[in-house]
């Protein structure tokens, strides 16, 4: 069973970047879909961006493409979103998840496995 840790959040000036961490043990990260997510008060939890085991990166989320990424690191067992020219709209708790199952997916019920979720405050 995988367990996941987030990391990286912060407060960010607009047009600012972050880098978001989803390091993972127990198990290999290889062998999972990997997705981002957010969510911000009072809304629904909404997919951004998901890596499929053979790395293959999907958008979920139209308002970031251009801008947010996503790459695995197998060495450090770990997945990272890289968020440019962020916007105050961007501002969220943001989570990743994992599944052995699917190949990728922006729902999070298609998820088995959560870490606890790094916050992301973008404001002057």
């Known amino acids: 069973q995988v367990q996941l840790v987030e990391s990286g959040g912060g407060l960010v000036q607009p047009g600012g970047s972050l880098r978001l961490s989803c390091a993972a043990s127990g198990a290999a990260l290889d062998l999972y879909a990997i997705g981002w997510f957010r969510q911000a008060p009072g809304k629904e939890r909404e997919g951004v961006l998901c890596i499929s085991r053979s790395d293959i990166s999907t958008y979920y989320e139209d308002s970031v493409k251009g801008r947010f990424t996503i790459s695995r690191d197998s060495a450090k067992n770990a997945v990272y979103l890289q968020m440019d020219s962020l916007k105050p709209e961007d501002t969220a708790l943001y989570l990743c998840?994992?599944?052995?199952?699917?190949?990728?997916?922006?729902?999070?019920?298609?998820?088995?496995?959560w870490g606890q979720g790094t916050q992301v405050t973008v404001s002057s």
């Open positions: 998840a994992a599944d052995e199952k699917i190949h990728y997916s922006g729902d999070p019920g298609h998820y088995d496995y």
